[in-house]
T-cell receptor, first 109, second 115 residues
Framework: GQNIDQPTEMTATEGAIVQINCTYQ??????LFWYQQHAGEAPTFLSY??LDGLEEKGRFSSFLSRSKGYSYLLLKELQMKDSASYLC??????????WGAGTKLIIKP | EAEVAQSPRYKITEKSQAVAFWCDPI?????LYWYRQILGQGPELLVQ????????DSQLPKDRFSAERLKGVDSTLKIQPAELGDSAMYLC?????????????FGPGTRLTVL
């Protein structure tokens, strides 16, 4: 079967750095996506990785290792508005998105 | 900035009633998706359209759910009759296509409560 694992919940402090991990086992790989979802709202696109390495976009960075089936999302200079769920999703060999259950990130002052 | 439109934003209905959700994708996006999301879980794909054709509806409960995209633009998802277990967020997303880097963009969703 296909599987994406993320921690259920993480807590971090305002101004700090947090790393949210995602491991995947899918039938084929055609890219990995990270989405942010605030409570009661729809997911919004954050980043896309298809090659190994780090992609940086402002305070957010995403890393991919295809050989390890592993990605992480790095959030720097945390702000209270970063409190949200972060969803990892992988495009499989059929170009279907396989979704993780999301990691709820709680930011404390 | 172009956005996916959905309506209604909230819907409360009684079980056994019919409900319908509407979605208007980003202009030029050929692929449209309907997802269902339960609190604490990732989105579950219900149906995927490429233009007006259904590409994947393997997870759509066809005894009560139906979806159409008649002119290959906007789409409607219907539930008849609604059951208590249908209470969830219904999300519509669109993308240019289904290629490797094609990103899905989501509408605001419809929160359905079945009483």
């Amino acid at each position: 079967g296909q599987n994406i694992d993320q921690p259920t919940e993480m807590t971090a402090t305002e101004g700090a750095i947090v790393q949210i991990n995602c491991t995947y086992q899918t039938s084929g790989f055609n890219g990995l996506f990270w989405y942010q979802q605030h409570a009661g709202e729809a997911p919004t696109f954050l980043s896309y990785n298809v090659l190994d390495g780090l992609e940086e976009k402002g305070r957010f960075s995403s890393f991919l290792s295809r050989s390890k089936g592993y990605s992480y999302l790095l959030l720097k200079e945390l702000q209270m508005k970063d409190s949200a769920s972060y969803l990892c999703a992988v495009k499989d060999s059929n170009y279907q998105l396989i979704w993780g259950a999301g990691t709820k990130l709680i930011i404390k002052p | 900035e172009a956005e996916v439109a959905q309506s209604p934003r909230y819907k409360i209905t009684e079980k056994s009633q019919a409900v319908a959700f509407w979605c208007d994708p980003i202009s030029g996006h050929a692929t449209l998706y309907w997802y269902r999301q339960i609190l604490g879980q990732g989105p579950e794909l219900l149906v995927q359209f490429q233009d007006e054709s259904v590409v994947d509806d393997s997870q759509l409960p066809k005894d009560r759910f139906s979806a159409e995209r008649l002119k290959g633009v906007d789409s409607t998802l219907k539930i008849q009759p609604a059951e208590l277990g249908d209470s969830a967020m219904y999300l519509c997303a669109s993308s240019l296509g289904t290629g490797e880097s094609d990103t899905q963009y989501f509408g605001p969703g419809t929160r359905l409560t079945v009483l």
